[in-house]
């Protein structure tokens, strides 16, 4: 069985409170883990989820703030220390490559990770795989910055009716997997009669950015969104003046993008709690909302 969650590494915005670390996500999804906006302390909080450095292969940079980046070279220099053999691919915006430059070569130490850089100049696909196709968007903050989706293709899946039917189990059903047809008594079954469409799982990752149409073009669908939600609506004002969105405001994409699970994170230390985080964005959406805390895992909602 695979396993496809999100762990909240941290959930602050630009500086790091008691209660919450900077920014830090990690992505599992079946074979890969993509570490998404590593803020400063990412690597301990990796050590206090338990999860190793070698579980790492992407790491996905949606722009150049501390709280997104600067856990960058922590990150590195563990996964030189570890011996972690396999690449570590990394995206991040074209436009910043010389603080990824910088980030990654911080200080002294053996550098022997392989750590691939795949820098972004426009929206598109930035990486394909076993796993599907990652996407990036621009968004619309105060620099350069985008936001991700990843796309399981659809496929098709085994529906128990039909194999009943037909009387195919067990080993059976590995053999007409493959081959993609199949004996029985004389009458050949094809894949197609035993099987029916899987609508393929879809993440999606959204930081500072006021709403824009790349946000709803992220969301769509997503059956796991991660979506920043810095302020409350008081400072609706201050969100639009800094590129940053309020908890109604994405709430609201993720009503209008029949989001499955909604994922609240990136809180301003000016809030005592998020109580409110939630109430406002439960008046726009009546979905799922997870209030994103430190070392929470998440998981992506089990196909319907
Ligand atoms: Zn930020």
Do not use: K
Not at 157 to 174: D, N
Request: aromatic share 6%; with cysteine.
């Amino acid at each position: 069985m695979s396993v496809r969650e999100l762990i909240v590494l941290g959930t602050a915005s630009q500086v790091p409170s008691r209660r919450r670390n900077h920014n830090g996500y990690l992505l599992r999804w079946d074979g890969e883990g993509l570490l998404f906006d590593p803020g400063e302390g990412t690597q301990r909080q990796l050590l206090l989820a338990g999860v190793p450095a070698s579980s790492l292969t992407m790491v996905c940079l949606t722009h150049f703030h501390g709280d997104h980046c600067l856990g960058v070279p922590g990150i590195v220099q563990r996964l030189s220390l570890d011996g972690v053999r396999h690449p570590v691919q990394a995206h991040f915006p074209a436009s910043g490559r010389e603080f990824f430059v910088r980030l990654r070569h911080a200080s002294a130490f053996h550098d022997r990770a392989d750590v691939r850089e795949h820098p972004i100049t426009s929206d598109g696909p930035v990486a394909t795989g076993e796993f599907g196709v990652l996407e990036a968007r621009r968004l619309d903050h105060s620099i350069d910055t985008f936001g991700y989706r990843l796309i399981e293709p659809d496929g098709r899946r085994f529906s128990p009716e039909p194999l009943r039917r037909f009387g195919i189990t067990g080993a059976a059903v590995g053999r007409l997997q493959q081959a993609g047809s199949i004996e029985i008594d004389g009458r050949t079954i094809s894949l197609a009669e035993v099987t029916e469409p899987r609508r393929g799982q879809r993440f999606a990752f959204v930081m500072d950015t006021r709403p824009c149409d790349a946000v709803y073009a992220l969301a769509d669908r997503a059956d796991l969104l991660v979506i920043e939600s810095t302020f409350l609506d008081e400072h609706a004002d201050l969100a639009a003046r800094y590129g940053h969105l309020t908890a109604r405001q994405a709430a609201r994409v993720a009503a209008e993008c029949r989001v499955r699970r909604l994922v609240l994170t990136h809180f301003s230390q000016r809030y005592a709690d998020t109580q409110r985080h939630r109430d406002q964005a439960a008046e726009e959406f009546d979905g799922d909302i997870v209030i994103a805390e430190d070392l929470a895992r998440i998981a992506v909602p089990a196909r319907s």
